[in-house]
């Protein structure tokens, strides 16, 4: 069975900073890995994927994130925080074949002007 | 991209009557389609994977004779909440796989308040 753990409920940081937003995950299958964000009142919105490709993946927004296989993260970052950028970001992961992404809990952030 | 749409945006209704909720593949069709559930403040739950054709398949502690799911056509899924109460206020999304790189389209949600 595949899972995720977000380590941090609600994570804050200075406009310019360093955003770091954590995700281990575990699978019994090579995984296929996502991070969403979602703004208040609104649907999910895809902002990257791992799909056993290059293990830094690129996203929108300026995001990034890079799999590391041997310490099963996946963690989201991005250099410079903007006050747009608060939101609650999910990651999530899903098995080969037709199966259902399940979500971690869910990191509310936070950017301080 | 895939696109997947939902129907109504919001709804508002008595406790004690049913709610139809559509989920529609708009570019692509789905012979399998998904339901999540978010309560505030929290993270998406699967409810039950809805199969074109055959009976939909609920996740444990879902009721099936609560959240009635029919997958029409390929690219029509519902989900019906019966005698609806105050406790099943939530936001609703449905998604549908699609055929690269295992991702899944998500529709926008729908918002449902039960008074």
């Known amino acids: 069975a595949q899972s995720v753990t977000q380590l941090g409920s609600h994570v804050s940081v200075s406009e310019g900073a360093l955003v770091l937003l954590r995700c281990n995950y575990s699978?019994?299958?090579?995984?296929?890995l996502f991070w969403y964000v979602q703004y208040p009142n609104q649907g999910l919105q895809l902002l990257l994927k791992y799909t056993s490709a290059a293990t830094l993946v690129k996203g929108i927004n300026g995001f990034e994130a890079e799999f590391k296989k041997s310490e099963t993260s996946f963690h989201l970052t991005k250099p410079s925080a903007h006050m747009s950028d608060a939101a609650e970001y999910f990651c999530?992961?899903?098995?080969?074949?037709?199966?259902?992404?399940?979500f971690g809990k869910g990191t509310r952030l936070s950017v301080i002007a | 991209g895939a696109v997947v749409s939902q129907h109504p945006s919001w709804v508002i209704c008595k406790s004690g009557t049913s709610v139809k909720i559509e989920c529609r593949s708009l570019?692509?069709?789905?012979?399998?389609m998904f339901w999540y559930r978010q309560f505030p403040k929290q993270s998406l739950m699967l409810m039950a994977t809805?199969?074109?054709?055959?009976?939909?398949?609920?996740e444990q502690g879902v009721e099936k004779d609560k959240f009635l799911i029919n997958h029409a056509s390929l690219t029509l899924s519902t989900l019906t909440v019966t005698s609806a109460h105050p406790e099943d206020s939530s936001f609703y999304i449905c998604s549908a796989p699609g055929t690269e790189n295992y991702e899944q389209y998500f529709g926008p949600g729908t918002r449902l308040t039960v008074t």
């Open positions: 699978s019994s299958v090579p995984p296929y």
């Open positions: 809805s199969n074109e054709g055959s009976k939909a398949t609920y």
């Open positions: 999530a992961v899903r098995a080969s074949g037709n199966t259902p992404l399940v």
């Open positions: 570019d692509f069709q789905a012979t399998t």
